[in-house]
């Protein structure tokens, strides 16, 4: 069962790994940056090795048994 939330930003978008830190998906840059490089990350159904990603309102962003939504505030 995967575990669904959303997260609303205030700019225009936010770097993938800044998302998983915001969205206390996981809870160090360290930690995003090593499950980005291991290909375990997914934006949208696709696999996504760029931790500078720009993830904007409306992309749903995966990993394993989590996903986030993101939302404009």
Known sequence: MIE???CAIH???IKLGDLLK???VL???GEA???IQ???VYVNGEVCTMRGKK???GDKVRIENY???VVAE
Do not use: C, M, Q, Y
């Open 4 to 6: 669904k939330e959303t």
């Open 11 to 13: 700019t225009e978008f």
């Open 22 to 24: 915001f969205a206390s």
């Open 27 to 29: 809870p160090t840059g």
């Open 33 to 35: 940056k090593l499950a």
């Open 38 to 40: 291991d290909g375990v």
């Open 55 to 57: 993830i904007r309102p």
């Open 67 to 69: 996903e986030v939504e």
